[in-house]
């Protein structure tokens, strides 16, 4: 009888661990897109402040190989 619980004890932590890493992956992707959003929208802006003041053109240049 002992083995039984200790068995279903077992899967129940496993669950319960899964929930955990698949709440925190949730929270990560979240921040991350969150995140990168902001830092595009600073990229661009001090990009078209350069670009207004002719500091840098609007196409990249393509890298020499």
Do not use: C
Request: charged share 10%; glycine share 6%; proline share 2%.
């Amino acid at each position: 009888m002992k083995m039984i619980q200790r068995a279903k004890r077992s899967g129940q932590s496993l669950v319960e661990y899964g929930l955990v890493l698949a709440l925190i992956a949730i929270v990560a992707i979240l921040v991350v897109k969150a995140v990168g959003t902001q830092t595009t929208s600073t990229f661009d802006n001090v990009q078209s402040q350069m670009t207004s003041q002719g500091i840098a053109s609007t196409a990249p240049t393509a890298a020499s190989s």
